[in-house]
């Protein structure tokens, strides 16, 4: 049996085994090829306001004029994004990557302890954040080397003058992105030679020790795994003919890299819905797009599935759904096929491969159950825990190598010895079974790892917060099953002697430390913790338990 067997399903689909990682020097020129070519087309819709590729290069470009000649930025440099699904988001990150910068990609949700690590750790000294998110920059700024403060606000890069929450008064030295733009258009833009090794994204991702860790994405990362996809779906990237929703963030690497970047250099257009927790709101965009694409997680398909309008939706259009951020369910999927006709498409993926390993391809015509091929020119192999090789059909720790592999965790030396194979493969974590076809199978994952609403929370991190809460002597935090979201987290609390600690009080401490989704739903007291014989936790015990 081949090592490859998902290679004779590609011959007998007319996939490619293989695709030009370096067809464009740059992700640089590949979107400036779509908006010369796409330029009068509508490329980003939000808030009643369209885009054309032609606004979005001359802003663009504006704002990289305006990063260089009033901050100084030089090729290299980190800055900071902490923006929703607003228009401001795909004008923002082209002037950054027109100036060489490098986008440090910021959850708007984050709490002042969670944010002042990851501008800390990337370097950061300039931020573009949204008005909404200043009080939480405000402070944790005295932990950072933030000099450069820019606030967005919904309408900005649009006619609209759009409300917006205050900036901040603590924060004094800020200029709006609007002024920015606007004094960017009479400067002259230095032009900057990029190639495919350039850093072009640090897109963090939760860590197990309780801190996130920067993958550096480079040009060439996002260059490959832009046709790989091309490649696995091409029924589906139809030049200047498709419309894409994007609700989920731009600021994940599934939103940025599919939605944005791969339809970018189609010509789509692009629908950004900055909130779909306001589920009216959701439902009527998809009525005014009528989408031939769309891209969600699980919980979000659910929670579509249930809206008692979606059926006002017409969803003639639509030529593909697909899935990721966490595990489809059947279920989900069959409900989203009676109402819109099309199956959600699920694939596979990390922050570290940028992001997509495999996808269910165009000839798959139901729900599989897999999370589909590995892409063109991407290797999965599949390692026991002595690092061998498993037999086909069984289960291994999915180990990928290809174009859109990280280069590492950004300043992580350590972390990245213990997360490739000597012979140069990204250790996912995550355990799975390939087909005879070659269809990845996932059948568990990394062994503590939560996945709340397809947001990643790794517990030793909520442990860490717990633990810092008077009255708490020690905890484990686990995952239990969530109708709503999938997974909810359990912390199990043994309190200090004497104390008289609540969940309430507890649960107060989490959110001021956490943003909302890893914040634990449930709270139970218990006498004491199963351990190993070395004092380990046995955070399994506890889950099976449940």
Same mark, same amino acid.
């Given at each position: ?31 400036? *090829? ?66 060489g910068?490098?986008?440090? =990609? ?6 002042p302890?969670?944010?002042?690590? !990851?501008l800390k ?99 060439? =990362?996002?260059?490959? &795994? ?14 200047? !003919? ?32 900055? &909130? ?7 439902? *009527? ?26 059926? *006002? ?6 030529r593909?759904?697909?899935?990721g ?24 993926g ?18 599989s ?34 174009? !859109?592999?990280? !280069? ?20 996912t ?26 947001? =990643?929370?790794?517990? =030793?991190?909520?442990e860490?917060?717990?633990?810092a ?78």
């Open positions: 049996m081949s090592t490859k067997p998902w290679l004779a399903t590609y011959a007998a689909n007319n996939i490619p085994a293989s695709i030009n990682a370096d067809a464009y020097p740059s992700v640089m020129h590949m979107m400036e *090829e779509a908006m010369a070519q796409y330029a009068d087309q509508p490329a980003f819709c939000a808030f009643g306001q369209t885009l054309s590729y032609a606004d979005v290069d001359r802003q663009s470009a504006a704002f990289a004029a305006w990063l260089q000649q009033h901050l100084d930025v030089k090729k290299g440099d980190r800055i900071a994004v902490m923006v929703p699904n607003f228009i401001a988001f795909p004008i923002v990150f082209l002037g950054i990557a027109r100036a910068a490098v986008q440090v =990609n910021v959850n708007p949700l984050y709490t302890r969670e944010l002042a690590h !990851q750790d990337s370097g950061s000294e300039t931020i573009v954040i949204f008005t909404g998110a200043t009080p939480t920059l405000a402070e944790a700024l005295s932990a950072t080397d933030i000099r450069n403060v820019v606030t967005v606000s919904p309408g900005d890069g649009t006619p609209a003058a759009l409300p917006s929450p205050a900036v901040d008064a603590r924060l004094t030295h800020t200029i709006t992105l609007a002024d920015a733009l606007a004094q960017g258009a009479s400067l002259q833009r230095t032009p900057v030679s990029l190639t495919g090794q350039d850093l072009l994204f640090l897109q963090y991702t939760g860590g197990t020790t309780g801190l996130s860790k920067g993958a550096a994405l480079t040009h060439r =990362n996002l260059v490959a &795994n832009v046709a790989q996809y091309k490649a696995i779906v091409p029924s589906a990237v139809r030049p200047g !003919q498709e419309v894409v929703v994007t609700a989920i963030p731009l600021y994940h690497i599934f939103a940025l890299m599919v939605n944005f970047l791969t339809y970018f250099t189609v010509g789509a257009k692009n629908w950004l819905v900055a &909130n779909p927790r306001d589920m009216d709101g959701f439902v *009527e965009v998809l009525k005014q797009s009528r989408p031939s694409v769309f891209m969600g997680v699980n919980t979000l398909y659910a929670g579509l599935s249930m809206h008692p309008r979606i059926g *006002e939706v017409d969803f003639s259009n639509l593909l759904s697909g899935g951020g966490a595990a489809v369910l059947g279920a989900t999927s069959d409900r989203w096929k009676a109402i819109t006709g099309t199956f959600i498409r699920e694939g596979y990390l922050s570290e491969t940028s992001p997509v390993v495999s996808f269910n391809p165009a000839s798959i015509q139901d729900f159950g897999t999370t589909g091929l590995p892409l063109p020119d991407t290797d999965v192999k599949l390692l026991d825990e002595s690092g061998q090789a498993v037999a086909l059909g069984e289960s291994g720790e999915v180990c990928v190598k290809g174009p !859109q592999v990280m !280069q590492g965790y950004w300043n992580q030396p350590e972390a990245n010895a213990a997360a490739f194979t000597p012979d140069g493969y990204f250790r974590g995550d355990v799975g079974v390939i087909t005879p076809e070659g269809f990845l199978r996932i059948v568990d994952r990394k062994k503590d790892m939560v996945i709340v609403s397809g947001f =990643n929370v790794f517990p =030793n991190e909520i860490a917060v717990a633990t809460c008077p009255g708490v002597a020690e905890c484990a935090c686990v995952g239990v099953p969530d109708e709503k979201t999938g997974e909810a987290l359990k912390l199990f609390v043994v309190r200090a002697p004497g104390a008289s600690l609540t969940s309430d009080e507890l649960v107060a401490h989490c959110r001021a430390g956490l943003t909302a989704y890893k914040v634990p739903k449930l709270v139970a007291f218990v006498d004491a913790l199963p351990k190993s014989t070395v004092g380990k936790i046995l955070r399994r015990e506890l889950r099976d338990a449940n």
